[in-house]
């Protein structure tokens, strides 16, 4: 296990699916920072289950408590200890687990590392875990929103094989992605997008899809070359999320099919007379350190590894078996991994953010 | 900046590309391990310049010396200080980086974050850098290869806009990657690779594409989760790589445009009793840990940021001009990135290997 | 902030001493370890306040409960949340902290460190925030002792300044320390030190003290020269605790008056073929290297900063004042210090013992 | 091994006694910081052997080479690789060592622990190791200076059963430590230290004693609670050296005999509206936190366990033999290890120095 992460601004996570609860502490976020209960629940239930017909239709509240770190509205500078109690456990959904390791899930790799598993629902490896990342970077979000002006918005941007959505990053808005329950600000591919996790669904099956992000308002030079560049440690966070299979800045694989000539960003003069860039096929990032413009990335899902339909497949033994999921699940995880991704990506931020101000003058 | 890298098996590189020399410390290899210089030496010949028409024909021996850790051809479990000496620097060939930033390349962030650049090439945002993770890395592949049995093989998938190669990462080794200067074991794509990147050199223009990379042999169970999984490593690691725009793990990208019923790998009995599975669109990892198939990665590099053909843009006080590059370079990266894309997957997977060591009885 | 302690084996802790809670994360203890509520209970039961004459009649039942990480009586190999909820505040008692910083308190430095500080009680200051140390310790001396059969006991040995006591380290045990209040397993002494302490109590006044501690049973190997050398682990992890103001290993400060004719281990052969020593002036440790010897180490601890009487001092605007406490505080703080002194030394040595086991075969 | 220091501000240090040479990488030190080799030689050359009779009569010049992350005489923000060559190996002097393992030393434990040991010399064990901690302290120095004004002094505080030294720490210079070879500011003292060094030299013996050290100008809030305060790191860098065996800050172990009473220290007004303590038991922290008053601590240091005179003792195989050291050796540590307490002191402030400049607006 490895549930710490970031160098100056730090969470540590906790909780299995099934247990008491999960949760998390931040340590290291700066003192006299506003911070209430409500910041941090309002990220949650942008993650939760059940929010609408395209989710898992579990009802789980994912009430947050703060236990310590916040005093009268304000952060102390300590570490701030976030709970969500558990309360929708259904155990008896995933009996068979115990006796067929479910195909593209964990159960098998948890068995082989640890020599045993958490009973029911994949233990650290359910996407439930990711509550105390959400919870986590909200913090993270006010940090940088309150200290830098930073902002992070993150959108759903393909699902499937439909046609990816047009959405300009210098401009949308959370309230945009939030219109519509699948989380795309363009309307039209959000009504394709929800049309094809609706057949999935209804077929027993699941789709995958992409979510984008971008990061606006963060001053050039953030990031720590050479391991720790901004783009590696968006990198590093995006594929720690579960179902992640790929990661892209700026132009990503595209990219690749370009010329040097089309490919570089030409600089400008800015009104303010700092430079900027013509295009951003950087993604907002050169060498590794953030250079003024957006930053945007793209983060692949596979498709829900849970599904209705009967998979053959062997158990722990060996023995060949079909296996028939009961429990209740996402037809497709984007829509609520869009909150995730946010979170992921301020936490990173927040901490370069104070790498480099521990360099400045 | 941020040279550290790795947590029991642990690297700190230094080095510009144009002062007295650059190296790495591996802090934490374990003791008794052979290595030569030879090893370490025979991993740099791969990645320096001037070993082919397809890269730049700037002349760097590269020659590694071992500083300490090693005695009587075999590891102390002490540090092992590697050195390379620098010795064709040509100042002058960068004199107008002075004046104006490179599109796409550090020089403007590099000024944004310390004030200051490295004179001439670059400094630490040059790709000399990667030399100390190359003989770092070549450390790591020894305890891999003799420790567990595990080998990592990278290779040349894309170039541009060319299909793709065919290779089949079960089988692929080293020796089939080196037989072409592309550095593609499918010989009818590495000719058309060639043939692209000759044609851009000559145009004074550049390409991007793909290295794909497999890890083999790598038991069941190696990788942290919840935020050191082994895909969120090595995405770490190679987004860290100068150049590198994206990251793929097992069906990437392409795998969002399946149905969990298409995606699933199912389970098989293999011969020896163990699990293994019938497809490997998982890319050899399971809820961040490894299940026993091999680890199969992609990662993209842009096009090289630096080319021959005049750039419009605008020097650091914003007054346009038009920057010509008068410095050597490669015109592709990606033959001499295969042995730094497998250095970088050996020192994420050395770690991983001694973490999961720490935890067994 | 950093309450993140080890590598390996490590441990996040939160909680002010007057807010909803405190606890603490273990991350990185290996599965299948048994471990019960009351396994952890037991160690917050001999720190907890109110236990005794000799403590602050301030009641806190300290109830720990497992959040995560545990599943039928045995660990998953996951982070084990721990928490404890705060149940007997009594803000008003520290009104005057507010106006005035308590002399040789953290009151003036939070204020300075942070721009502002936890009301009532000293927030991370306070000495509560060491059962969140007490209960993750727990956890750690259960894997020592069940792992490896290593095990730890620590007593007062000096309080004031009266004659130390006279205790074997190779035999002395945990029952032989609880046999008495003040946690001394040599009763003459022990009855010294309660009258001493019992005195300065009722004169209003505190007294400071040594407790002794050593690592018994552990392997010749552990610590990781040269920057965490099992001394440098162990000294930093005491002087992390509140009050503690000087640390030995071994001869310690007696041992620099003597030559190194005196002074030196002569090697002796074991029964079982390995090697001991004849003395034990290292501690246990050669070159930052357990021997296989016990480990001794002592730790000094100050008189309690608060005290009844009146203190002349300064106010936050520099005023003369006369400072009177009125909270209820330890008269001295040895014999609650004892179990978090093992505590700290289970944390480090479960950490040095992992981190040897990553590097072995 | 653990050969990576600090946080921040962070150090890897590699290189034996006996092989090519040792240094040090000190990446996360800010820009444009003033910076030559002649900074970092007088530091070296204070702690390198053959300076006078009080020392080991080896030769050894200690040139210390800038390998990258300086320019024009200032820092780059990149790692600074620094590298001194051996020169003056003697290997035959350590023959004995490969079948008798020395007493006290780490010859037997490193054996244990890597199954191996460097041949000659003690290895990373071995005293000349700390030239990389004195290159690197170095350069916290200068950051230490010349960013905050923070200035640190050690001195030889007492030598064997000599009475110690009579010195202030608010005024001691590092010029009035260096008036003598001994370095003692206090010449009566140093006079007698020098009289039983040479004694116990002339007699083939060894002593011990207590290097002090101060750290002034350090501003109020430094130190990371809770498992980082000033004292704790301080405490952990000091045990990190070879043969230390005590730490003490502020009153330390003698503090425990006074009463809370007598120990406290009142605040006072300073002319400049800030607050200040009338005395400093509290040796400059308060929780963990610098608190503007000098910082003042105490290192143990054992007498050195290489002597001249014969020692019976056992070999490897458990057979009784007599040892006789051969090798040239330091008759009393202390003197050589006044630089190497200031380097790890300015390692560790400088890292707390930069952590605080994280968190503050």
Redesign the interface.
């Known amino acids: 296990?490895?549930?710490?992460?970031g160098?100056?601004f730090?969470v540590?996570?906790?909780?299995?699916s099934h247990?008491?609860?999960?949760?998390a502490?931040v340590?290291?976020c700066?003192?006299?920072l506003p911070l209430s209960v409500t910041d941090i629940q309002a990220a949650l239930d942008r993650r939760r289950p059940g929010q609408s017909a395209l989710t898992t239709p579990r009802q789980e509240p994912d009430q947050v408590?703060?236990?310590?770190?916040v005093?009268d509205g304000?952060t102390?500078?300590?570490?701030?200890?976030l709970?969500i109690r558990n309360t929708d456990q259904k155990p008896a959904d995933y009996k068979d687990t115990d006796e067929v390791?479910r195909?593209?899930?964990?159960d098998?790799?948890?068995q082989?590392?640890?020599?045993?598993?958490?009973?029911s629902g994949?233990?650290?490896?359910s996407a439930r875990?990711t509550a105390a990342r959400v919870a986590a970077g909200a913090v993270a979000s006010q940090l940088l929103r309150l200290?830098w002006g930073v902002e992070v918005v993150a959108w759903v941007d393909?699902v499937?094989?439909e046609d990816p959505a047009l959405v300009d990053p210098a401009t949308v808005t959370q309230d945009a992605v939030d219109t519509n329950a699948v989380r795309c600000p363009d309307i039209d591919a959000a009504d394709r997008f929800t049309d094809l996790i609706t057949s999935?669904r209804d077929a027993g099956?699941?789709?995958?899809?992409?979510v984008a992000c971008v990061v606006r308002g963060c001053p050039?030079?953030?990031?720590?070359?050479?391991?720790?560049?901004a783009?590696?440690?968006?990198?590093?966070?995006?594929?720690?999320l579960?179902a992640?299979?790929?990661?892209?800045?700026?132009?990503?694989?595209a990219?690749?099919?370009?010329?040097?000539?089309?490919?570089?960003?030409?600089?400008?003069?800015?009104a303010d007379?700092s430079?900027g860039?013509a295009t951003n096929?950087?993604?907002g990032?050169?060498?590794?350190?953030?250079?003024?413009e957006p930053v945007v990335i793209r983060v692949?899902?596979?498709?829900?590894?849970?599904?209705a339909?009967p998979?053959?497949?062997?158990d722990?033994e060996?023995?060949a078996t079909v296996l028939e999921a009961k429990g209740r699940h996402d037809p497709c995880v984007l829509p609520r991994a869009v909150p995730i991704v946010e979170a992921m990506a301020a936490l990173v931020m927040a901490d370069l953010g104070?790498?480099?101000?521990?360099?400045?003058?």
């Open positions: 296990m490895s549930s710490v992460f160098r100056l730090r540590s996570t906790f909780g299995e247990g008491a609860g999960l949760g502490v340590d290291g700066p003192p006299r408590e703060i236990l310590s770190g005093q304000a102390l500078g300590t570490p701030i200890g709970l390791p195909p593209s899930h964990a098998y790799t948890y082989m590392k640890y020599g045993m598993r958490a009973r994949g233990g650290r490896a875990e200290r393909a499937g094989d999935a099956d699941s789709v995958g899809g992409v050039a030079g953030w990031g720590e070359p050479v391991f720790e560049k783009e590696a440690r968006l990198a590093g966070a995006m594929l720690s579960p992640s299979k790929g990661f892209e800045i700026g132009s990503g694989f990219g690749t099919r370009l010329r040097g000539s089309q490919h570089n960003d030409a600089f400008v003069a800015r007379g430079l860039t096929r950087s993604g990032v050169q060498g590794g350190i953030t250079n003024g692949a899902f596979k498709p829900t590894s849970t599904i339909m998979q053959p497949t062997v722990y060996g023995k104070m790498l480099q101000a521990g360099r400045d003058d």
